[in-house]
């Protein structure tokens, strides 16, 4: 039979990415059960605002702007005043704060004697009583209009916010799976990660507050703190290596080891506290954006990028498949088993120290119980994604992918009000579910026939 | 009168066939009640595969089997223990954590409200042991008895099923000489009331113990005799044949100088002060019976298991071989004996296996170059008509045939100056057979040093310029010239 490139493709496709679907399914779903009248807020509101009263209302009407004093709020007012005045209209004054505030900007207009065409509101000012009623209180004023923005239907899960919100809350687990996608490919597996982001964060953390110099800490003396933590991390994870290559103690053993001896580690460091001294800036990596992307999400973007190069183009790539899959025969064909079942483990390492310095940063602290059970999702993240526990199989984006679904199936269940200890239970059947697919997609079709037609089109 | 006459079993054109194999072409085999019946034959004879279809491990595609003269299907290894039939590997199916009493009552545990009764457990293996005649203590793990002593378990265990027949294979190979004596002795007592079938490569033992033998070669009986009536000569003429029945594509290569030199290679038992040397355009032959130490000796050149002691030249330079890596580096290849779990990654492509010991050719910087790689392949893949729909291909979706194919070119493509083949054509189709021979004599015209290994006789023979016959680890004979070696001469030297 001849088989078309772009069939082929698709097929390969479908065999590697099949999570894919299941992922759009699932948005499709957590979109369609949140699916909600919005209301427009902070400068997006506003712009929508300048445009609506612009065209309704003619130039050098007088605008009074109504908002609260939070900081979504003052985003609004300032954004709808900056494209009211530059649409020329007469912006008579500016209320960021609470109903009384209103009264008074009300009344002071009153008694300048000025006239006011459009109060502009949001939606929760809009019900002010101040305002809602300001003809009965306000007579000389009761040609004026209240306008708001106009309210639309979008799902709530579909917001970019909530989008982001998803990427940001997974980056950890996800960043760290991409070390744990390695190891499992290797036939291997690692416990070690969920203590290794307590012993990096721990690390980082008192460096930061001991010798950094604490809340005046330098952003120079931040990084090299934080790369102290991320080198503790990757060593552990060397040693595993070290174990697993020159001693045949099985990943599983030596790894169990590590997480206590991490997890310990990270206590005795932290003295059982939690470090809060660490400054301001601190909270860049976990909590800044750049054009609106936030860090954590871009280095975990960038970080997935290097890995799928690393796994698809580069000689390491191949060998660290063809050790899982074949160990004895990769041997024998030249393929250094000991250095690449090292770097393996010492990248996972480094890379859950990465994971534990971002939740430091995304929490603006560190502490000994940072990381429990993490090793657990990250594997779930892994296996969800494709990736064979028994090695030699499993591609680098299908782990995004895993990790991904765990994270929309989280904040789905968040934003439909399901409780924690449920979220639990479904997350546990979700990653049975992803097992059940992975033993079908080996066994199942060849019960189904469906391996035998394609085993006998072989020569 | 029928029960005079008609035999405990009677197994009448058995025929099986794996991928690429005809293992078994209607072979006949009849066992009496009373006597021990040697099973006789060359590697890959069909004395396993008879085995297994007995034991039920393989379905057989065709004839009958009858045991006291009523046909009988054997679908399951239940439905053989249930029939009376009890093999013992010669790995055994002991599980070493268990008792003597648990293993041998595995699975018929005498418990009927759920609680083990002991007491009785012991009585019933007292028992059994009792009518072997040795006393062992049935409550030590069977991973602390000694060889000898499982063996005594797995026959105490076939006793207790009840079975009729018994049957061992290569039941002496790990056994000292007192074991081996204390087992004939419970072979005669056991074969008066039990058909006994005994397989064995040591024609000393058959002499002893048996009292016919059955010959098989390439899947047919060749012949079945009373033990008085055959010599030891014989015995080897049935079981080699008479002549070379396949043709082999022989050119013979100018030999040069000596290029791999191998000195007094030793590991444990398996290799014992193994020398030899292998010259320019020299095809050696490496033969002997399975677990002679040929595959093990291969292995120490090629780096895949370290030696104690000994030294490998190549072209006169010592080499210091610590990995496959380095004995790669050396420029020498191996074509491992068993592809499937040591020559290919079975999970990927076969560009990607191909591409595996020719990575640092292929790459630059770490980044494999894939345009590269796939057009080298390419001209591997037409100069070795490897039958694939794409390079994207699995490797474990392609018959054996293409499968070796994809092993050499691996090796190829090196230019490796050494090649050692491992069972080369072991499990391919004929086609298949015949170009890896055009390629070996390819290689050998090229000036390769080239060691074959191999148990098929005929090939050993028809392939090789000069022969070496391993025994016990040790080489146990050199045979200078192939065109002057007979199929006897090198059996002689295997058995000893």
């Given at each position: 039979m001849i088989v078309s490139p772009t069939n082929l493709a698709m097929r390969r496709f479908v065999a590697d990415y099949g999570m894919v679907f299941v992922l759009l399914l699932l948005c499709a779903y957590y979109s369609w059960v949140t699916y909600a009248e919005q209301n427009p807020t902070g400068s997006a509101g506003a712009r929508q605002l300048a445009g609506v009263i612009l065209r309704q209302f003619g130039k050098s009407s007088a605008v009074l702007i109504v908002a609260r004093d939070s900081s979504e709020d003052v985003a609004f007012a300032e954004t709808l005043r900056e494209q009211l005045v530059e649409g020329g209209l007469n912006v008579v004054g500016v209320v960021k704060g609470q109903p009384l505030d209103a009264r008074q900007a009300l009344q002071n207009i009153v008694e300048q004697g000025r006239k006011l065409d459009v109060i502009a509101c949001n939606q929760s000012t809009a019900l002010w009583t101040v305002v809602e009623q300001f003809a009965d209180n306000f007579p000389s004023l009761a040609s004026a209009k209240i306008v708001k923005p106009r309210s639309y239907w979008w799902p709530n899960f579909l917001k970019t916010d909530n989008l982001l919100n998803v990427a940001n809350q997974i980056a950890v687990i996800a960043i760290i799976a991409i070390g744990m996608t390695m190891v499992i490919i290797t036939g291997g597996i690692d416990l070690s990660v969920g203590s290794l982001i307590a012993l990096s964060a721990v690390?980082?953390?008192c460096l930061i507050r001991d010798m950094g110099g604490g809340e005046t800490a330098s952003t120079a003396s931040m990084i090299l703190c934080s790369m102290a933590g991320v080198c503790a991390c990757g060593l552990v994870g060397f040693f595993s290596g070290i174990m697993v290559t020159l001693f045949a103690i099985p990943s599983f053993i030596i790894t169990l080891a590590m997480m206590l001896v991490a997890s310990g580690l990270a206590f005795i460091g932290a003295k059982g506290q939690s470090i809060y001294q660490v400054p301001d800036a601190f909270v860049w990596l976990g909590r800044g954006t750049v054009w609106g992307i936030p860090n954590a999400v871009m280095l975990m973007v960038i970080l997935y990028a290097a890995a799928h190069v690393l796994m698809t183009r580069m000689t390491i790539g191949r060998y660290i498949y063809?050790?899982?899959?074949?160990?004895?025969?990769?041997r024998l064909s030249g393929v250094p088993i000991k250095r690449i079942l090292l770097l393996v483990y010492t990248v996972c390492g480094v890379l859950a120290g990465?994971?534990?310095?971002?939740?430091?940063?995304?929490?603006?602290?560190?502490?000994?119980?940072?990381?429990?059970?993490?090793?657990?999702?990250?594997?779930?993240?892994?296996?969800v994604g494709g990736t064979s526990l028994s090695g030699g199989e499993g591609k680098v984006l299908g782990t995004l992918i895993g990790a991904l679904i765990i994270a929309v199936i989280q904040n789905g269940m968040n934003l439909t009000g399901v409780e924690s200890y449920t979220q639990k239970v479904v997350l546990g059947l979700v990653i049975l579910g992803a097992v059940l697919v992975d033993r079908m997609k080996h066994r199942g079709w060849e019960w189904l026939g469906l391996g035998r037609k394609r085993a006998s089109r072989q020569p | 009168m029928p029960d005079l006459t008609t035999p405990l079993l009677r197994m009448r054109g058995i025929e099986k066939s794996f991928p690429g194999v005809h293992a078994l072409r209607g072979v006949d085999l009849e066992l009496q009640t009373g006597e021990v019946l040697a099973l006789l034959g060359e590697n890959g004879a069909g004395k396993s595969t008879l085995v297994k279809i007995l034991a039920g491990a393989h379905l057989p595609d065709g004839g009958v089997i009858e045991m006291d003269g009523q046909e009988m299907a054997i679908a399951s290894p239940v439905e053989a223990q249930r029939g009376g039939i009890a093999v013992i590997y010669q790995e055994f199916n002991l599980i070493p954590a268990l008792t003597v009493r648990e293993n041998i009552l595995l699975g018929r545990e005498r418990n009927p409200a759920g609680f083990i009764r002991r007491q009785e457990e012991s009585l019933a293996a007292k028992e059994?042991?009792?009518?072997?005649?040795?006393g062992i203590d049935f409550d030590v793990p069977c991973g602390q008895l000694s060889v000898g002593q499982q063996q005594l378990v797995e026959i105490a265990k076939a006793l207790s099923l009840k079975a009729?027949?018994?049957?061992?294979?290569?039941?002496t190979a790990s056994l000292t000489p007192p074991e081996v004596s204390r087992l004939f002795a419970i072979i005669r007592d056991l074969k008066t009331q039990h058909g006994i079938i005994y397989i064995s490569h040591r024609l000393d033992e058959i002499f002893e113990i048996a009292d016919r033998v059955t010959v098989l070669r390439d899947g047919l009986h060749v012949a079945t005799r009373p033990i008085d009536e055959v010599s030891r000569e014989e015995l080897i003429e049935l079981m080699v044949g008479r002549q070379i029945e396949q043709e082999f594509p022989k050119q013979r290569a100018i030999?040069?100088?000596?290029?791999?030199?191998?000195?007094n290679l030793c590991r444990a038992s398996d290799v014992r002060n193994v020398s030899f040397c292998v010259r320019g355009g020299e095809v050696l032959g490496l033969t002997g019976l399975v677990g002679a130490g040929r595959t093990e000796t291969a292995r120490l050149i090629f780096g895949a298991d370290r030696p104690d002691s000994g030294t490998i030249e190549l072209d006169g330079k010592r080499l210091d071989i610590h990995n496959p890596r380095d004995a790669i580096r050396a420029g020498i290849g191996l074509l491992p004996e068993d592809r499937k779990s040591q020559g290919l990654v079975l999970g990927r492509s076969v560009r990607e296996n191909f591409g595996l010991p020719n990575l640092s050719r292929n790459s630059r910087w770490g980044f494999v170059l894939k345009d590269q790689e796939r057009d080298a392949f390419?001209?591997?893949v037409t100069g070795l008509d490897i039958r694939i729909p794409h390079q994207e291909q699995l490797a474990k979706n392609l018959s054996g045939g293409?499968?070796?194919?994809?092993?050499?070119?691996?090796?190829?493509?090196?230019?490796c100056e050494v090649l050692i083949f491992d069972e080369p054509t072991r499990g391919i189709d004929v086609g298949a057979k015949h170009e890896v021979y055009l390629l070996i004599n390819r290689l050998a015209a090229q000036g390769k040093a080239i060691l074959m290994i191999s148990s098929e006789m005929p090939e050993v023979l028809g392939m090789s310029d000069r022969i070496l016959v391993m025994r016990d680890g040790a080489i146990a004979g050199e045979i200078p010239d192939a065109r002057a070696a007979t199929q006897q001469a090198i059996m002689k030297l295997a058995v000893g």
């Open positions: 690390i980082a953390t063809a050790i899982g899959g074949n160990r004895e025969a990769a990465i994971g534990g310095i971002v939740m430091a940063s995304q929490l603006k602290s560190g502490s000994p119980t940072y990381g429990g059970m993490y090793e657990l999702y990250v594997i779930a993240a892994v296996v | 059994l042991f009792d009518r072997i005649g040795v009729r027949i018994i049957v061992m294979d290569e039941p030999i040069g100088a000596e290029r791999l030199v191998v000195k390419a001209l591997h293409n499968q070796q194919k994809i092993v050499l070119a691996k090796w190829l493509e090196r230019n």
